[in-house]
T-cell receptor, first 113, second 113 residues
Framework: EAQVTQNPRYLITVTGKKLTVTCSQNMNHEYMSWYRQDPGLGLRQIYYSMNVEVTDKGDVPEGYKVSRKEKRNFPLILESPSPNQTSLYFC????????????FGPGTRLTVT | AQSVTQLDSQVPVFEEAPVELRCNYSSSVSVYLFWYVQYPNQGLQLLLKYLSGSTLVKGINGFEAEFNKSQTSFHLRKPSVHISDTAEYFCAVIEAAGNKLTFGGGTRVLVKP
């Protein structure tokens, strides 16, 4: 089954404790992206990657890191999480030639206390 | 840079009644437009998209949307809603030559029996 998977689905952590949210897709998509969803703000892009070893900042990159060492994986790293990073996070992917339509993972709900 | 405004944050509607969700966008160049739906505790899935051609586009689950270039709008409609249409709906835009998908703030639809 074609899908985007994220782990973990739920995470409660404390301020300053480094964490990684994994994202993997099995559709051989070049483009991958991370979003955060906050009430009333919709989805805002954190980082995106056009292909392996090619990443760029989205609208809200502060406090986040990403890497793209393999085509299928695009982990999101929070080196020192803070309470304002409490949010619902989505990973998405698409083929580079397919404009706009993205395939979303199920989401990761992160709470930083 | 493009932006998207969804004019209603919440829309309560009775079962079998029609619903319209409003979306306006701003961009100085040609754009592609999308509506995504997010059911409770799930990721986003594509409802419909406008890339070119007919300004009336039909999507899944009986939804349709009309692209109005002069009014920079892309309103979503369904003539008769079901309880299962209870969800949050997101309008999104991408510039024709761009890589960034920008989302509106979302509209929560609550269908009442």
């Amino acid at each position: 089954e074609a899908q985007v998977t994220q782990n973990p689905r739920y995470l409660i952590t404390v301020t300053g404790k480094k964490l990684t949210v994994t994202c993997s897709q099995n559709m051989n998509h070049e483009y991958m992206s991370w979003y955060r969803q906050d009430p009333g703000l919709g989805l805002r892009q954190i980082y995106y990657s056009m292909n392996v070893e090619v990443t760029d900042k989205g609208d809200v990159p502060e406090g986040y890191k990403v890497s793209r060492k393999e085509k299928r994986n695009f982990p999101l790293i929070l080196e020192s999480p803070s309470p304002n990073q409490t949010s619902l996070y989505f990973c998405a992917s698409r083929p580079v030639g397919q404009v706009g339509e993205q395939y979303f993972g199920p989401g990761t709900r992160l709470t930083v206390t | 840079a493009q932006s998207v405004t969804q004019l209603d944050s919440q829309v309560p509607v009775f079962e079998e009644a029609p619903v319209e969700l409003r979306c306006n966008y701003s961009s100085s160049v040609s754009v592609y437009l999308f509506w995504y739906v997010q059911y409770p505790n799930q990721g986003l899935q594509l409802l419909l998209k406008y890339l070119s051609g007919s300004t009336l586009v039909k999507g899944i689950n009986g939804f349709e949307a009309e692209f109005n270039k002069s009014q920079t709008s892309f309103h979503l409609r369904k003539p008769s809603v079901h309880i299962s249409d209870t969800a949050e709906y997101f309008c999104a835009v991408i510039e024709a030559a761009g890589n960034k998908l920008t989302f509106g703030g979302g509209t929560r639809v609550l269908v009442k029996p």
